[in-house]
Each structure stands twice: as structure tokens, then as C-alpha cells.
């Protein structure tokens, strides 16, 4: 009983935390199309919560002549993740 409530836990953090890196990564993309301030405090946020991932993913990404995908590359991996290791971890609670 108790690791069953552990690995719900973890899984419900997990979720949530998914969810919350999502959110910030579309905020990231919406804010590349207009020319943001690099100063503003908010920008700073997205770009250093966001950039080491997304750049990691831009690397192995192909040039795709000034479009970037590395963002919907993230949010696929993110709902891969919602998809198997969340939903494995409620299964092992149960």
C-alpha cells in the first residue's frame, strides 16, 4: 500500500511537471515570433528554462531553411513521456 501511493505520487508530480515544461515551451515559441525584449525578466525565464533542452534538439535536427521544429520536437517527446512512463507508474500503483 505504501509503494503503491509512492508510485502515484511520483507519477502526479511527474505529470504535473510535464505539463508546467509544455506550457513554458509553447510560451517560448509564441514569444520567438514577435521580437521580444531580451531584457524583460519573463524572456530571460523562458530562454534559460527552455534553451539547453531545445538546443540539444536543434543539434540533431536537420536545417530546415530557418523554420524551427526543435519546440514540437519537445512536445511530442513530453506527451511520449506522458504517454508511457506516467501512465506505466499509475499502473504500477494500482
Known amino acids: 500500500m505504501i509503494f503503491s501511493n509512492f508510485f502515484s505520487a511520483i507519477a502526479y508530480v511527474l505529470d504535473k511537471t510535464l505539463d508546467i515544461y509544455m506550457y513554458i515551451i509553447i510560451g517560448r515559441a509564441i514569444i520567438s515570433w514577435v521580437n521580444p525584449d531580451p531584457y524583460n525578466p519573463i524572456v530571460r525565464f523562458l530562454y ?6 531545445l538546443y540539444r534538439v536543434r543539434r540533431i535536427l536537420p536545417d530546415m531553411g530557418g523554420v524551427d521544429l526543435s519546440p514540437l520536437v519537445v512536445i511530442l517527446a513530453i506527451y511520449f513521456l506522458k504517454a508511457f512512463i506516467v501512465k506505466s507508474l499509475y499502473m504500477m500503483a494500482t
Not at 48 to 53: D, I, L, S
Open 48 to 53: 534559460k528554462a527552455t534553451e539547453p533542452v
